[in-house]
């Protein structure tokens, strides 16, 4: 029987995985889930956003599946530590055009790749007499292993194209460093093609002609933002998983945060958090379960009757996964 840490999070993180656990439960697999604490909530608990015991158990799973947290002032960030210490050195974010979906675009699908242990992100931030600075740390290793990654990536799922997105004009060392070892491991693959581009042009082309990405690798904060900007393209923050991979279990999450805005009205839509449960059972090589919810999800979403009020809709979160519990039983 697989092991799967949950770890809900706090404010919709909590409502979309009750979803995704309803539809998980629903789909017949033998699953043994060990619930883990982390967010603000645990934090106002145990005076510890990301307890020592959270990060023991996840790394004892088969796989994790984590909805989102809300910052706590001070505190380091939960989901960016759990990433570290599980050594998940690799953000995959697909952007996906889906059926029925009122969108920028109906015609994209393309996938970010981004280091995830690293850069602006490296935690190495702190107070001077002047203000405050970060490091933006970049390492051979890190560069050479998300690289290595996105080719990998990209001969396993039959893409063509490789773009390593950075900014070396201006920090040329950092992502003078990033770029070159791109195109040396680049070299190895000479089966698929490689280019890149700067990350301010990037941003215009996402929103001009996106048709021309297909896999994106870039350092942590520019794939931080352009994943969003990506959601955005095909429908919003609702509708976008992610899975962060490493050497051994994978972390499988939405895209988006906590949203406060509309925490506690039970409207959150849990589309991001089942398609990342879905990649998740992909990774542990539940394969048939997996394609059975991400077609049932797909025919909810195509259908329109059954949305949440981010797609238009007027369905609340539970509603919208009971729907799709409905068409997936009607496939077992
Ligand atoms: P957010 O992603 O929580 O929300 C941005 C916008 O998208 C909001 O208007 C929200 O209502 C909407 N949205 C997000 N997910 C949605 C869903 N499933 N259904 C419908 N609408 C959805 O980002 P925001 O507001 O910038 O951050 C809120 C908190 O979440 C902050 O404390 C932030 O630090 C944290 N955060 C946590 C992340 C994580 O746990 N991985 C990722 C991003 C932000
Ligand atoms: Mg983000």
């Known amino acids: 029987m ?38 603000y909530e645990c934090f106002q608990k145990y005076g510890n956003n990301i307890p020592d015991e959270t990060i023991k158990i996840a790394k004892k799973t088969d796989a994790t599946l984590f909805g ?30 889906l059926p029925g979906i009122k969108s920028l675009y109906t015609d994209l699908d ?5 280091e995830n242990t690293e850069g602006l992100y490296s935690g190495l931030e702190k107070y001077t007499p002047e203000g405050a600075n970060a490091i933006r740390l970049i390492t051979k290793k890190a560069s050479r292993r998300i690289s290595k990654f996105a080719f990998e990536y990209a001969l396993k799922n039959n893409r063509k194209r ?15 460093l990033f770029k070159d070892i791109f195109y040396e491991i680049a070299g190895d693959y000479p089966g698929i093609d490689s280019n890149d581009y700067y990350v301010d042009a990037t941003a215009m082309y996402f929103i001009t002609k996106p048709q021309i990405f297909d896999i994106v690798v870039t350092s942590n904060l520019f794939g931080d933002i352009l994943s969003d900007e990506g959601a955005g393209l095909v429908g ?19 895209v988006h945060g906590s949203a406060p805005d509309i925490e506690g009205k039970g409207i ?3 589309s991001a958090m089942i398609f990342s449960a879905v ?15 991400e077609k049932s999800l797909l025919e909810v979403l195509k259908e329109g009757k059954y949305l949440t009020p981010d797609l238009g809709g007027r369905s609340k979160t539970i509603e919208m996964a009971e729907e799709v519990i409905k068409k997936l039983k009607s496939k077992l």
């Open 110 to 114: 393309f996938v970010i790749i981004r």
């Open 279 to 293: 990649m998740m059972l992909e990774n542990i090589g539940e394969m048939d379960i997996a394609n059975k919810i």
């Open 162 to 176: 490789v773009t390593a997105v950075h900014k070396a004009n201006v920090l040329k060392k950092t992502d003078g």
């Open 68 to 97: 989102a947290v809300t910052t706590v002032k001070d505190q380091k960030s939960a989901i960016i530590t759990l990433r570290k210490e599980m050594n998940l050195f690799a953000n995959v974010r697909p952007v996906k055009s």
């Open 236 to 254: 919003g923050l609702g509708l976008a998983p992610s899975a962060n991979i490493g050497d051994y279990n994978g972390l499988f999450e939405p």
């Open 268 to 270: 959150a839509n849990p």
């Open 2 to 39: 697989k092991k799967i840490t949950i770890i809900p999070g706090d404010g919709i993180g909590k409502e979309v995985m009750e979803a995704a656990i309803l539809v998980l439960d629903s789909s017949g697999l033998n699953l043994e889930y060990k619930f883990a604490e982390a967010g």
